[in-house]
């Protein structure tokens, strides 16, 4: 309660000056702001963070363990556990810079576009009874590559927002055949790349930020020009293309076909900013793109920033991730605001922001609490303990137990399919998070847990026998059998513990396929943390 | 009472009261929970008509008009109420239930009808993803202590709880024959014992040195789940232990199955099932389609209802028969076996059981059943109704994950009040 209090009024000092609350333009970094490298950056956020920290009284939780920290980067860096001989060289290395070296490596690896790629495609295509068959694939795709090969994310989002044709020649097109009315896609654009969820102000003026109703259908007009050449559930059982295009101004007064019912008609304008003068004859979505992805544009960049640190801590520094507004005070605003600006300066380079997150010492904490800050969740005192997404899940359990089925083989003909088309569609599919769930708590539920129980195709029997081929000695089996899965070596508590349980049982292998079964259900492996 | 605090703060205290006991204290649990007496709440079976049936060739019938197809109307148990002649046990119950003749709500699209009237909101609206009528009755007036999930769906994955979370999803069950999928464990019953053993052990030493709200649930969630599979409720599931003579009187098939598990799970505690018949979608060939299918519904519905009422639960258990709209009044011209299209503006669907006045029809269509020419029925209207009668207050705000307000059944509703 005290520190809420203080919070506020920390928070209330900050109104009349917070540089994120500043209307259009002023937000601009101060041209004097020098450049940083991402460990120069590292160092702001711990020295930032520690300040929080005394202010708050709390102490903060010692470093993680290799291990610990080992597995933690990869789930947040590739979306899986890391493979065993991995975690033994890691475990095992005495360079001192191996967790700099580590990041470096994780930025690089191929994984990294595809996990970035298919999260951010879950973002931006919502799945709704419209557009839950049709082909999600080629927006994952488009992502990956631009994610895997560091395209600035202005950019990124610039060719995002003003994307053409057909989803086979422009996976980006995607965006606008999946969300096809203006209403879906100012939803989702503001919500993204703006951080605001201005949804609510489609039917009456928002509650408590100074947005007003007139406002969404500003930004709204800026899609009324986006056409579809076909409706993509009719041309995608017919196995044809839909193409993207920007077809003529709607006449004055007259509503067009992609904004819904009770749609206002009103100029388009940007969010809290001008009315932009627009030429009928061109297309609009390249002037709202430029608006977006500007450097002066108040919240592009920080939008950004606040949803790579919500991605790798599970909370925002302005919490929920896309609710930024004036009564929403960020935990760290002096943190944004550097970040924000460092972000602007080194190009919008995504692999540097989070290369320097990852380095610092508040990314690279236990999640074990100590003394009095187990209560703490925004100050970053401890690393949270996250609940795994489906993806991560799924990649991890495979990569232990080994892949459950092959491809189904009715795969997708063309862009519209019956049932999901492979083995990990479908866990994906059970396994689903309902969007904007809070990562700090645990999203499945008993049928869930009845899968992972239960499942015949999750026992692990052939990486079990991959390791008693190896070996039957059991402290020897027992420390495979971790390092594979939770990515350490067992205590020596555990390994008396365990080696005693198996010699009661009938043999090696029943007693090691309990503990396998035990430790794949486990929190341990089931949370990130 | 608030009922979602004190329920949420009964959830956690039960798991945090398992924190300090033995290993086998997940087996422990059941004991304690059988013997708990609970005063019973009401309950609810959604009997649900995927692809929406016809209004007029089911509960609303023009026979002998230009076009009214070809079936008869006959006789209810209820002197002035006559139904399709298709649905002969069914009209022998009429006292029991109430048809509602003027639905009138909006949405042509399986897709987004399907939503709005499970949910009471339309798809899309506002960002959120809603709850389910099902999600909705299970975290109002479900018993937090029942081993079972309160809400459970055969036959269709249905819709879920949205916003409220995990906690209030459906437990879905492809095929009623089949069961609960992954329902027992992979091993002999001493060897998962063990396991789960092992799985606690681990489970208290990373809560242990963690202390975080996540593997508290993750942990309570996989007690939840093997209390389920221990659970001597879950036999329900179980169709093979149903005498023949009353599954007989449900009919054969997947949706006899359906209702005839519905039946059993109401009667172990569950709050909610929904059971999917679908087919129903019938733009060809309608009359033949809906005559198949209104013969698999008549005998499991009433054998349903009978049974309901012998073991005393008839007013205490909601029964819905409904689709996600009607189809149009007028037949097609779609080749030789012609149907009836999409038709949200008026249609019927049927209440029974529930402690509802029975013997009953709420709002009339014109003469060729097109539009609602008494009373007519929005899907808010509807969502209230069903609220009011199961016993939940439809103007409570529920909470999303960012602590937005959000009224179980919009502003604007006015539920049914005859019913009562």
Redesign the interface.
Known sequence: MATQLRGMVVALGLLATAPWMMGNGQAQSAKNAPKLDAAELAKVIDREIQARLNEEGLKPSRLSDDGEFLRRVYLDLVGVIPPSEKVIAFLDSSDPNKRAKLIDELLDHPRFGTYLGEMWAGMLL?R???NRRLNHKPMQTWLADAFKNNKPLDKTVYDLLTATGTQEANGAATYFILNPTA??LT?NVT?MFLGV?L??A??HNHPFVAIKQNEYWGMAAFFTKTRLSANPKQAAKQGAQVSVFEGAAPPKGKKKSNLPQGAKIVPARFLQGEQPKLDPGEPYRPVLAKWITSPSNPFFAKAMVNRAWYQLFGRGIVN?VD?MHEGNFPSHPELLKQLTEQFKANGFDLKYLYRAICNSQAYQRT???VGDN?GDKEFYSHA????LSPEQLYDSLTAVVGNPGREFSKGPKNNFRKGPASPRDAFLNFFRI?????P????????????L????QL?GAAALNRILNETKEPAQVLEKLFVATLSRRPTTQETQ?YTE?VGR?ADLR?GFS??L???L????F??N? | MTPQLSRRDLFKLSAAGILGTSVSGWFNVLASRAAETQARHKSCILLWMDGGPSHKDTFDLRPGTDQGGPFQAIQTSVNGIRISEHFPRFARQMQHAAIIRSMSTGEG????A??YLHTGYK???????YPSLGSIAAMEIGNPQNPL?NYVSIGNRSYGS??L???H?P??VVSAARG???????VAQQ?FQ??VG??E???QS??R???????L???T??Q???T??QDRGARAFDLSTEPSASRAAYGTGAFADGCLLARRLIETGVTFVEVTLGGWDTHQNNFNRVRTLSGQVDPAMSALISDLRQRGLLDTTLVIWMGEFGRTPRINNRGAQPGRDHYPRAWSSVLAGGGIRGGQVIGRTDAEAATVAERPVTTLDFMATVCRILGIDHTKMNQT??G?PVRIVDRGANPITQLA
């Open positions: 919502p709704e009874s419209n209403d879906k939803d919500q969820r949804q609510c489609q039917c929920p609710d999640s074990r609490p187990k949270a303990v996250r609940g309902e969007e904007g769930a809070n700090l708590e645990y999203q499945s539920g008993i049928p869930q847990a009845l899968r129980m239960n499942s015949p026992t513990r349980y049982q029943t309990d503990i079964w035990a430790v259900n486990s929190s341990e089931g949370l943390h | 699209a399986h897709g987004r399907k939503y798809e899309g609206v506002g960002g959120l993803n999930p949205g916003f979370g995990p906690r999803q437990l879905n609960v999928e992954n329902l027992r464990p992979l060897q063990n396991r092992l799985l052990e681990l489970e990373f809560h040195t963690h202390e975080a709200g996540t593997s649930s993750h942990r969630t996989y939840r789940a093997v389920l599979m994950p960012i937005r």
